[in-house]
């Protein structure tokens, strides 16, 4: 193995899984710790906690939205929770979630001992709750925090935001480094530890897709950094990036931010179909269908990412001829997304399908993000968009392919993955629970915002017009029960982590991947020495 | 070196190169937009005089101002549409109103609708190449004198050229 692998190893013995552990114990151990185990726990108790405080921001637009006129709180307030909802769901719980689960997986699934950079690994988790406290600290101070939208379009987050903005700032700074840190450590992980003999063709799909969305984030993190910088020197040290009068250009944001927001649309979906192509075969019984072309059709997913970004601006005036690029071009991309679906779609074909948790997340994503997907193709025809462009429909739209499609592929991940990382099997019956609730919900939660979206009802806005009152009430219910359900989730993990029925290695029997050869829990050090791959 | 330590450097490398892009693509936008056209900022530069008229073309062009965060300035428009023929120089005048009680100074930073038309008009004189300074209470006429390109496409027969004024600095 390579130098840095070596390094967190070498005093420890080569043979046995089940040595003593040296490491801290406490605070310390947390702290301190470079072991990707840890640091994967740590990665996803905060995207939990990210999740709750954002969910809890959720909760709290839907109450207002629950009747027409202004309730609860001043339109202001509003806007900051849309703001800091958006951003903590983004960059606090999805990212984080992913990022937690390559930690945990990559190196198990590959066969290698621990990341390739760990301390930097350490790093990047430890930065991330001062940024979020910075993020969250802003909302606190004297003129509240960011309430521009989580896309901090100009002039809103230069001439029009308060000098809070800076916080905001720094904050997605952090966030960035922490982002392109971990990539560079998935990247490195992946091209150097695979387990002699684990060709790129005989890689675990859920390490395809985290290696490409790792590019993708080495591409586009620095790029949202940069628009960042531009608001910062904008806003406070003079310069006219966005500003008209200094020769600068609002759209030419709009620009900069798409050209990383497309992109990181993908960060955030990617690494979800890496999770559902493992949890369809086991529980199929079957092989994944096309497994060559489910990585081509990742990567070209990935390509087609940075030549769509202007679909999200078909409104601000552009010519025919780019209208028609960036419809075609976004069109184009639901060809490899079909890929994927007609694949999982097959791997389930005449296989010998039971529906454990993880499996019944899995087809609740297929069919979800699927609708998802659809609603994403209406948005991309761009004589429809001028009627869609910020209504409901595209806040359906994307909560579909965030929340059914990013959460759901995590929650399938947490429940195929839990027994092996705690060793013990779940509240089978609390955990089947908490997916029926949240189905049900999810779906009277969004599924009625495409009606009201194109009935014509305002994104981001506070108040709505008359005929909305009832689609809203059902709407809030839907949230309300939702958000409810998600804390029977934190239950169910809490209880498993605390004890239940012990489980064996490979706890789902049909599951393939190194990851089933280590004991469950598995040992705080695996693959001292690697596995070969016949 | 180490095989981990020299990748790492390499994907460093193009996190700080792709740093450098998000602010290479800011003279990268202003210069394809040059190219193209295509959002609608029209040449600062003083344009020559025409030699051709088109006589058989007519064309429409609306006149906008607007004032920016409450810079206290009334900027008006003698003619608020005139029609034109390609080639012919055509002058407008404008007038502007200082209302504060201080000196200011006044940009005009013009913007053509459609986009694709910006690069067929042509100005010869223009307050938007200057900045005016506008003693308190002061009332001044501004000059446009522009022509549209005799190469204009057939399928532009109307074009609306928006002046958003701002107000620079209080000049004290």
């Known amino acids: 193995m390579t130098g840095a692998a ?3 190893q070498d005093s420890y013995p080569q043979a046995t899984e089940q040595h003593e552990h040296h490491a801290p114990t406490g605070f310390k151990r947390w702290f301190f710790s470079t072991n990707h185990k840890d640091i994967g726990t740590l990665y996803l108790g905060f995207s939990l906690l990210m999740f709750l405080i954002g969910g809890a921001m959720a909760m709290l637009i839907r109450a207002e939205l629950f009747q027409p006129g202004l309730q609860l709180m001043e339109p202001h307030f509003y806007n900051q929770m849309v703001t800091v909802h958006g951003l903590i769901m983004v960059f606090g719980a999805v990212m984080p979630a992913f990022v937690g689960l390559a930690n945990w997986m990559i190196p198990l699934m590959i066969g290698a001992p621990d990341m390739a950079l760990p301390r930097m690994n350490n790093w990047s988790f430890w930065i991330l709750p001062f940024a979020f406290a910075m993020l969250l600290g802003s909302l606190f101070m ?7 939208g989580w896309t901090f379009y100009a002039p809103l987050s230069t001439t029009y935001s308060n000098d809070n903005t800076a916080m905001f700032v720094f904050a997605v700074h952090i966030m960035g480094i922490s982002s392109i840190m971990g990539a560079i450590n998935v990247i490195v992980t992946i091209v150097n530890l695979r387990a002699p003999g684990m060709t790129w063709m005989k890689t675990p799909m859920f390490v395809w897709t ?8 080495i591409a586009v993190m620095p790029v949202l950094a940069g628009a960042v910088t531009m608001v910062l020197t904008d806003k406070y040290f003079g310069t006219d990036f966005f500003n008209a009068v200094g020769g600068g250009d609002p759209v030419m944001f709009q620009h900069i931010f798409w050209f990383f927001g497309h992109p990181e649309v993908y960060i955030m979906i990617l690494p979800a179909f890496g999770i559902i192509s493992t949890i369809v075969p086991t529980f199929s019984r079957k092989k994944l269908f096309g497994y060559h072309s489910m990585v081509y059709a990742t990567g070209s997913i990935a390509i087609l990412s940075f030549v769509v970004w202007m679909h999200h601006m078909f409104t601000t005036g552009m010519p025919l001829a780019a209208e028609l690029f ?5 069109m184009l991309i639901s060809v490899p997304t079909g890929v994927k679906i007609f694949n999982w779609v097959a791997t389930m074909w005449r296989g010998a399908i039971s529906f454990e948790v993880p499996m019944l997340f899995a087809i609740a994503f297929i069919v979800l993000f699927t609708i998802g997907g659809f609603s994403g ?3 991309a025809i761009t004589p429809a968009d001028f009627q869609y462009h910020d209504t409901y429909f595209v806040v359906a739209h994307f909560h579909y392919v965030l929340v059914t499609g990013a959460v759901f592929s995590i929650m399938a991940g947490v429940y195929y993955w839990l027994p092996k990382w705690s060793g013990h099997m779940f509240d089978i019956r609390l955990a089947k629970t908490h997916f029926w609730l949240s189905l049900i919900s999810v779906n009277i939660l969004f599924f009625p915002m495409h009606f009201v979206g194109l009935a ?3 994104r981001r806005i506070p108040d709505y017009a008359l005929q909305f009152a009832d689609f809203n009430a059902i709407i809030s219910i839907g949230g309300f029960a939702f958000g409810l359900s998600q804390l029977l989730f934190v239950w169910v993990v809490l209880k498993c982590v605390r004890g239940g029925e012990k489980v064996p290695a490979n706890v789902w029997q049909a599951a393939e991947g190194l990851e089933w050869d280590v004991p469950s829990p598995a040992p705080h050090h695996t693959f001292a020495t690697p596995p070969v791959i016949k | 070196m ?8 390499k994907l460093v490398i193009a996190s700080v190169a792709m740093f450098a892009f998000a602010f290479a693509l800011v003279p990268l936008y202003n210069v394809f937009c040059d190219i193209t056209g295509l959002n609608g900022k029209p040449s600062l530069a003083r344009a020559e005089v025409s030699t051709a008229v088109d006589l058989n073309r007519q064309v429409g062009v609306g006149f906008l101002t607007h004032v920016q965060n409450g810079a206290p300035f009334e900027v008006t428009v003698d003619q608020a549409r005139v029609t034109v023929k390609p080639g012919e120089m055509n002058q407008v005048t404008f007038s502007a109103h200082n209302l504060s009680n201080e000196s200011r100074t006044m940009q005009a930073v013009p913007s053509i609708s459609p986009g694709l038309a910006a690069q067929y008009m042509h100005k010869v004189e223009c ?3 200057t900045q005016q300074i506008l003693q308190p209470g002061e009332k001044v006429s501004l000059i446009l004198l522009f022509y549209i390109d005799t190469e204009i496409t057939p399928n532009i027969e109307e074009l609306t050229l928006s002046y958003t004024v701002f107000d620079i600095v209080t000049d004290n």
């Open chain 1, 142 to 148: 004297e003129g509240g925090g960011p309430a521009f």
């Open chain 2, 2 to 9: 180490s095989k981990n330590t020299k990748l790492f450097k």
């Open chain 1, 210 to 217: 985290w290696l490409i969305t790792a590019f993708l984030l």
């Open chain 2, 127 to 129: 307050f938007c190449f």
């Open chain 1, 456 to 458: 014509g009802m305002p």
């Open chain 1, 377 to 379: 193709l209406m948005l």
């Open chain 1, 326 to 330: 960036f419809m075609y071009s976004t």
């Open chain 1, 6 to 8: 070596d390094n967190t």
